[in-house]
C-alpha cells in the first residue's frame, strides 16, 4: 500500500464549485505539505502543516485553504474554482525527527472548466 | 526572495555520453534537493545535500553542493534510456528551510 495517498486522483469541475482534495499518510510523519505542478514552472508550495495544530501559508496561497484533521490528514479546499487552477496538486510529507526528505503521493490532476 | 534555475531546460543525449544538470540558487541555503519525475507519476526523492561540498552517489548519477558558489550539479554518467525523467532540484529557504522552492525542472531524453 501507498505511504501517501491523495483523492480523487482525478477531478472535473466547473468555475465556482468548491473542491476538496484530501491527503492521508501512513508514514507516521509530523508534517505535511501542499503542492501544485504547472507545467514550465516546477512545483510551488501552496501551504504547509508542521502539526496538527500549525498552518502555514505557502508562495501561493490565495484561492486555497487547508484543514489538518489529525496528523495522517490534511486536505486542501478550492472554495470558488477557477480556471487558471487547473494544475496537478501534490501532497508531501516529513519527518522532523528523522530528516528533511519530503516524500511525495501520487498527485491528483484538476481540471477546472 | 530565493529563486531557482536549472539548465538546460531539455536535455536529448545519447546512451553512453555523460552529461551534467545545473541548479543555481539565489539566496544563502544549505539544504538542496534532486527529485525524479517520470512522466504521468509523482516525485521521487534522489539526495538530499546539507553542507557545502556534499557528494552523493547513486548508479550513474551524482550530486554536488557548492553553497558558495550556490550551486548544485546533478552529474550523469554513461546514460541509459531508464534514465529518461524529468529533474528537479530544490532549495530550502534559509529560514525555514522545509519551504522548498523548486527549479523549473530538466527534462531528460535518453536516445540508443
Redesign the interface.
Known amino acids: 500500500d501507498a505511504d501517501v495517498t491523495q483523492t480523487p486522483r482525478n477531478r472535473i469541475t466547473k468555475t465556482g464549485k468548491r473542491i476538496m482534495l484530501e491527503c492521508s499518510q501512513t508514514k507516521g510523519h509530523d ?1 505535511m ?1 501542499w ?1 501544485r505542478q504547472d507545467p ?6 501552496i501551504y ?1 502543516s ?1 502539526d496538527v495544530k500549525d498552518i502555514n501559508k ?2 501561493i496561497s490565495d484561492g486555497y485553504s487547508v484543514s489538518r484533521q489529525a496528523q495522517a490528514k490534511f486536505s486542501l479546499s478550492l472554495e470558488s474554482a477557477i480556471p487558471n487552477q487547473t494544475a496537478l496538486y ?1 501532497c ?1 510529507t ?1 519527518d522532523s525527527r528523522t ?9 491528483t490532476r484538476l481540471t477546472v472548466l | 526572495e530565493l529563486k531557482v534555475e536549472q539548465n538546460p531546460l531539455f536535455l536529448s543525449m545519447q546512451e553512453g555520453k555523460n552529461y551534467t544538470i545545473y541548479c543555481n540558487y539565489s539566496t544563502t541555503s544549505d539544504r538542496l534537493y534532486w527529485y525524479r519525475q517520470d512522466p504521468g507519476k509523482s516525485l521521487e526523492s534522489l539526495f538530499v545535500l546539507l553542507s557545502n561540498g556534499a557528494v552523493k552517489q547513486e548508479g550513474r548519477l551524482m550530486a554536488s553542493l557548492d553553497t558558495k558558489a550556490r550551486l548544485s550539479t546533478l552529474h550523469i554518467t554513461a546514460a541509459v534510456h531508464d534514465l529518461s525523467a524529468t529533474y528537479f532540484c530544490a532549495v530550502g529557504n534559509s529560514y525555514n528551510t522545509d519551504k522548498l522552492i523548486f527549479g523549473t525542472g530538466t527534462r531528460l531524453q535518453v536516445f540508443p
Not at chain 1, 530528516?99 to 498527485?107: L, N, V
Open positions: 508534517r505539505y503542492y514550465g514552472l516546477g512545483l510551488r508550495l504547509y508542521f505557502g508562495e501534490f508531501a516529513s530528516g528533511p526528505t519530503q516524500y511525495f503521493g501520487p498527485g
